[in-house]
């Protein structure tokens, strides 16, 4: 007897304004399966869910529901289908209770039964192994209880294929455990789970049939047993992954910032970044490693001064900074690339030249009595775009036009022209594809070349490898160790990473 | 199956631009005559009479320019703070409390030669409204209080305040009970250009928005106010100095606003009283949308919106009730706004299966 599968996708095509996010894509989850879809940022896994779970249409495609060819127009019709999705950011009434956010939109009657529902909740909570309790309020769950609602949510309007968009990032290792054995016993009930990752590790744990993705087109899909991680890596990024070589340095420079005993708060007044001691030194790329969250974000603001510190010092070049302010930073050399690179790094909505003149407007050189002397910024802007090889039609378009990886080029290309002693950098290829990630390295390597000292904040292990002189593993807020990457190897960064003594 | 959607656009043809105001223009005429029919006007008559009105002689378009004058200048003083996204609402109590600063002049420094005395009244109106400007400033830069709701209110205080000393202290003995406050002697009336009431704020108009224009494009400044506008966070991030242009914006949108004030008590009335403002203020925040904050364009709205006013009263000598004046000036602006949203955006068919 053949199996038939509870979704099955033919043909799907999408594209957004100049890019294709789906290319004919084909794509079929079993019941009672794990399916993996795995691939880079950007390779279009989001995109291919969200048609699933009817927030995008495609522009070409069938999806079949149990055999049935369906046009799921809304999340709504998607849920009556029986197609959940949960996405990174959790869509919940913080100042409702678990109960009431779990019957938030679901079919019933008029009269609401209290009761009735606090008592299905705890059913399912019991039944699938999710921990939570139903009068409490979800502002006052943690990250991954808050998930948990939201799993129980899509359980509860009767989901039976439920899409999970990368649900890992937001969590501790024990509650990733948690959550791969809610759904283990899912899939064991019958139910189809969707595992929407880029992390090969998860896929290993958990998947049982893996879809790759890479740039928007399926690039492979076979069982799990049949894969490993090489191959998998392989498909993913399309090459063998050869890392160049470079010359590790093994005798450190002079200390060019130093971090002692740093506390910073977070943005309700807590405390992300306790006690921290670090040293930065002439010459070097240091990497910080860890969990998204455990205080990674703050410790790089408060180093560029986006951030007030509550105790401790930060020293440059022997000079305390911790108290100055943004600019005066700057000046003295120390410069950050902000994880955000649009909004933050890059202003929207202005054009190229007018983004590529925010560190030097201010320079004498660079006016004409009182008004800005636009041929010499032009001139500046265009030995940008050259130097660094942006690709930019018009440098007077807004940069909203340029792709990622330009904007980071544009972005790193304009700090680095500054000719930083200190370079700080929170996740600098993030959402980059390959050759883009490629060129951010190179210069960041030809950076180090320079002697500048360089602090990168890496989501990924394999990128401290690539890239890194020494790493600095953070957990919980504090430095849990500051390795030399030679002397070192995944597994024992991966465990300093969850807190494994 | 087919559906309409919005779709954005990418870019804005030079086509486009004119094409889709003057297709505004004349469907706000079309609604407004069905509308007129309907009521049992004359449409063609009343809206000859209308262009007539604004545009049909000498003194016709001199009365449109009248107009246009207080409504370009607010209009550029309330598009300097959207630059920077600070909702400024509160153009007509900063023009009220300019108006009020430059009577004070007249009455204490009345016997001052014209020239200087003017010169005083219109820093005096500057500053006046540059104050009522920054407080809702400080308070929005230094503890973060919405300047939407803070300007607005400060209006009715600037009103009122003008209200209790033209009815109380400052009130003409000579004025039989009229709450109005002494006639200004000759020297602070502004000039005007004989046989008619268009007096020198046309120049003052013109050569604010030239000096916006060169000040918002190529100085330091204005570029720190449109990275601000555009991103808070950039511009921290660069090292920009928010509060400081908070407070400074606010200043110069305040300032414009209090010298339309005392443009309008020196040129048109010649005195403090109430209603020295045909909501003016208000208005141009509608004339510094449409212009999408340029200058320039600033200038043109307004004449367009001055004729708009001036087209009107005409009509009402024609016997047609006051409210279908507004009605008919109500449909000009909507349609307009509707065709603001047509030139970012196309209409398209989708059909999806």
């Known amino acids: 007897m053949k199996r038939v599968p509870v979704v099955e996708m033919i043909g799907i095509n999408k594209w957004f304004p100049g890019v294709k996010a789906n290319k004919n894509i084909n794509f079929r989850v079993y019941p009672g399966e794990i399916h993996a879809l795995l691939g880079e940022n950007g390779a279009g896994k989001s995109t291919l869910m969200s048609i699933l779970a009817g927030l995008y249409r495609p522009d070409s495609g069938t999806v079949k529901v149990k055999g049935q060819p369906l046009r799921l127009r809304s999340p709504r019709l998607a849920l009556q289908a029986g197609i959940g999705m949960i996405h990174q950011h959790f869509r919940l009434v913080n100042n409702m209770t678990v109960a009431e956010n779990v019957m938030l939109g679901a079919k019933g009657r008029v009269r609401i039964r209290t009761e009735e529902i606090e008592k299905r909740v705890r059913d399912l909570s019991e039944q699938f192994g999710l921990a939570v309790d139903p009068h409490a309020k979800v502002s006052h769950l943690s990250l991954g209880e808050q998930q948990r609602v939201e799993i129980l949510k899509m359980l509860y309007r009767g989901c039976d294929t439920l899409i999970l968009d990368e649900p890992t990032t937001v969590l501790t290792p024990q509650e990733v455990k948690d959550l791969f054995k809610t759904l283990r016993l899912m899939a064991d009930q019958g139910k189809a789970v969707v595992l929407i990752t880029h992390k090969l590790s998860e896929v290993m744990e958990i998947a049982d049939y893996v879809t790759v993705l890479r740039r928007g087109e399926v690039v492979g899909s076979d069982h799990i047993h049949n894969l490993d991680e090489q191959t998998l890596t392989r498909m993913m990024v399309a090459r063998e992954v050869i890392f160049p070589e470079f010359n590790r340095s093994h005798q450190l420079g002079p200390t060019v910032l130093a971090v002692s005993d740093l506390s910073v708060p977070n943005d309700r007044g807590r405390t992300a970044v306790r006690r921290a001691n670090l040293e930065l030194h002439e010459g070097e790329i240091l990497a910080i490693a860890g969990v998204a969250g455990n205080g990674q974000r703050e410790l790089v603001e408060a180093l560029a001064g986006l951030r007030p510190v509550s105790a401790g010092s930060i020293r440059l070049q022997g000079k305390e900074i911790s108290h100055l302010p943004i600019r005066e930073r700057s000046e003295m050399g120390l410069t950050f690339i902000p994880e955000d690179r649009m909004g933050m790094g890059l202003v929207p909505n202005i054009s190229v030249v007018e983004n590529a003149m925010l560190r030097v407007y201010r320079y004498p050189e660079n006016r004409r009595g009182l008004l800005l002397d636009y041929r010499t910024l032009e001139a500046y802007t265009y030995s940008l775009v050259d130097r660094y090889q942006i690709a930019v039609a018009d440098i007077y378009h807004p940069v909203n036009y340029l792709s990622g990886g330009n904007l980071q080029k544009l972005l790193l290309g304009r700090e680095l022209d500054l000719d930083p002693t200190v370079l700080v950098a929170a996740y600098p290829v993030r959402g980059l594809d390959v050759a883009a990630t490629q060129a951010v390295y190179d210069l960041l390597l030809e950076q180090r070349q320079k002697g500048t000292a360089i602090m990168l904040v890496l989501e990924d292990l394999d990128d401290v490898f690539r890239i890194a002189d020494r790493v600095a593993v953070m957990y919980n807020g504090e430095i849990k160790a500051v390795l030399n990457v030679s002397e070192t190897d995944i597994d024992s960064i991966g465990a300093l990473m969850l807190g494994v003594q | ?353």
């Open chain 2, 1 to 353: 199956m087919k559906r309409l959607r919005l779709v954005r656009r990418n870019n804005e043809s030079w086509l486009v631009k004119v094409a889709v105001p003057i297709l505004s223009i004349l469907l706000a005429i079309l609604v407004g005559w069905i509308f007129l029919v309907l009521s049992g006007y004359d449409a063609a008559e009343t809206y000859r009479r209308m262009i007539q009105g604004a545009f049909g002689s000498p003194y016709a378009i001199s009365e449109t320019i009248v107009k246009a004058i207080p409504l370009a200048l607010t209009g550029l003083a309330v598009s300097v703070a959207f630059r920077m996204k600070l909702w400024n609402i509160g153009a007509e109590g900063q023009l009220y409390m300019g108006a009020f600063a430059a009577a004070g002049v007249v009455m204490f420094l009345g016997d001052w030669p014209s020239w200087l005395l003017l010169s005083v009244m219109l820093a005096a109106g500057f500053a006046a409204g540059a104050i009522w400007g920054l407080i809702p400033g400080a308070l929005r830069a230094f503890w973060n209080v919405n300047e939407t709701i803070t300007t607005l209110l400060l209006n009715y205080v600037a009103i009122f305040w003008v209200s209790y000393l033209v009815f109380g202290p400052w009130k003409d003995p000579n004025a039989m009970g009229f709450p109005l406050a002494p006639r200004f002697p000759q020297a602070a009336y502004l000039p005007v250009i004989p046989g008619s009431r268009v007096h020198i704020g046309i120049l003052v108009a013109v050569a604010v928005a030239v000096l916006l224009y060169i000040v918002m494009k190529y100085t330091r400044w204005g570029y720190e106010v449109r990275v601000t506008g555009e991103s808070p966070e950039a511009a921290r991030y660069a090292g920009m100095n928010v509060v400081r242009n908070i407070l400074l914006v606010m200043l110069v949108s305040g300032g414009i606003a209090g010298m339309t004030g005392m443009i309008e008590v020196s040129g048109i009335t010649h005195r403090l009283q109430q209603d020295i403002s045909a909501s003016y203020g208000y208005t141009g925040i509608i004339i510094a949308w449409l212009a999408r904050l340029n200058p320039f364009t600033v200038l043109l709205v307004a004449f367009l919106f001055g004729a708009l006013l001036v087209g009107g009263f005409g009509v009402q000598t024609y016997g047609i009730p006051y409210a279908i004046v507004l009605m008919l000036q109500g449909a000009v602006l909507f349609f307009l706004l509707a065709g603001d949203i047509m030139l970012k955006y196309r209409l398209t068919i989708t059909r999806e299966d």
